[in-house]
């Protein structure tokens, strides 16, 4: 089936650095992948729609600067949490739609805890 | 805008019971519609959309444009369905965004 990997799944940092997640869907490729948020016992948040080769969609209230959006090519986004905060604390999923596959079909990598000290 | 509301976090049912997962939905449009699962330590996965009309796993779900509804019904819970479910809305017809609910535990007790 088809696999999505996140990277790194826990990552920890000092307040004002920045971080890069990535997702890649490993055996497929991917013509959109999304970028959720997730807090605790809530639901996951859209934060933003990229597409191979173009500028990633926000959504709104979501600052493009702050997370920045990447989708190189149609296997690899990246999502960097620039000057991170505390309040960025939170679980980061991605998931990716096959070009090829079932219409609607999100594939979900294993999401990424980052805790900003 | 669109929203997605689960009013239950948490649905106990036992086995052999049936169960409904609540989900109501807003959208101006034509939305699409889904249910994706989560299982313990695994990650999301696509359990049903409502334009297949499929039964996966015993599971159905109506959309009802009426009361803008999609609730994933099964007669007989089975404990293997213990999860998290997510009901989930596309607004777009090219799957450009997809809005999910808070979620639902499902725990079917033996």
Same mark, same amino acid.
């Given at each position: 089936?088809?696999?999505?990997?996140?990277?790194?799944?826990? &990552?920890?940092?000092?307040?004002?650095?920045?971080?890069?997640?990535? *997702?890649?869907?490993?055996?497929?490729?991917?013509?959109t992948?999304?970028?959720?948020?997730?807090?605790?016992k809530?639901s996951?948040?859209?934060?933003?729609?990229?597409?191979?080769?173009?500028?990633?969609?926000?959504?709104?209230? &979501?600052?493009?600067?702050?997370?920045?959006?990447n989708?190189a090519?149609?296997?690899?986004?990246?999502?960097?949490?620039?000057?991170?905060?505390?309040?960025?604390?939170?679980?980061?999923?991605?998931?990716?739609?096959?070009?090829?596959?079932?219409?609607?079909?999100?594939?979900?990598?294993?999401?990424?805890r980052?805790?900003?000290? | 805008?669109?929203?997605?509301?689960?009013?239950?976090?948490?649905?106990?049912?036992?086995?052999?019971?049936? &169960?409904?997962?609540?989900? /109501?939905?807003?959208?101006?449009?034509?939305?699409?519609?889904?249910?994706? &699962?989560?299982?313990?330590?695994?990650?999301?996965?696509?359990?049903?959309?409502?334009?297949?009309?499929?039964?996966?796993?015993?599971?159905?779900?109506?959309? /009802?444009?009426?009361?803008?509804?999609?609730?994933?019904?099964?007669?007989?819970?089975?404990?293997?369905?213990?999860?998290?479910?997510? *009901?989930?809305?596309?607004?777009?017809?090219?799957? /450009?965004?997809?809005?999910?609910?808070?979620?639902?535990?499902?725990?079917?007790?033996?």
């Amino acid at each position: 089936g088809a696999v999505v990997s996140q990277h790194p799944s826990r &990552v920890i940092c000092k307040s004002g650095t920045s971080v890069k997640i990535e *997702c890649r869907s490993l055996d497929f490729q991917a013509t959109t992948m999304f970028w959720y948020r997730q807090f605790p016992k809530q639901s996951l948040m859209l934060m933003a729609t990229s597409n191979e080769g173009s500028k990633a969609t926000y959504e709104q209230g &979501v600052e493009k600067d702050k997370f920045l959006i990447n989708h190189a090519s149609l296997t690899l986004s990246t999502l960097t949490v620039t000057s991170a905060h505390p309040e960025d604390s939170s679980f980061y999923i991605c998931s990716a739609q096959h070009k090829t596959g079932i219409t609607g079909e999100l594939f979900f990598g294993e999401g990424s805890r980052l805790t900003v000290l | 805008a669109q929203r997605v509301t689960q009013p239950e976090k948490l649905l106990s049912v036992f086995k052999g019971a049936p &169960v409904e997962l609540k989900c /109501n939905y807003s959208y101006s449009g034509s939305p699409e519609l889904f249910w994706y &699962v989560q299982y313990s330590r695994q990650r999301l996965q696509l359990l049903l959309r409502h334009i297949s009309r499929e039964s996966i796993k015993g599971f159905t779900a109506d959309l /009802n444009k009426g009361e803008t509804s999609f609730h994933l019904k099964k007669p007989f819970a089975q404990e293997e369905d213990s999860a998290m479910y997510y *009901c989930a809305l596309s607004g777009d017809s090219n799957f /450009n965004k997809f809005y999910f609910g808070s979620g639902t535990k499902l725990n079917v007790k033996p």
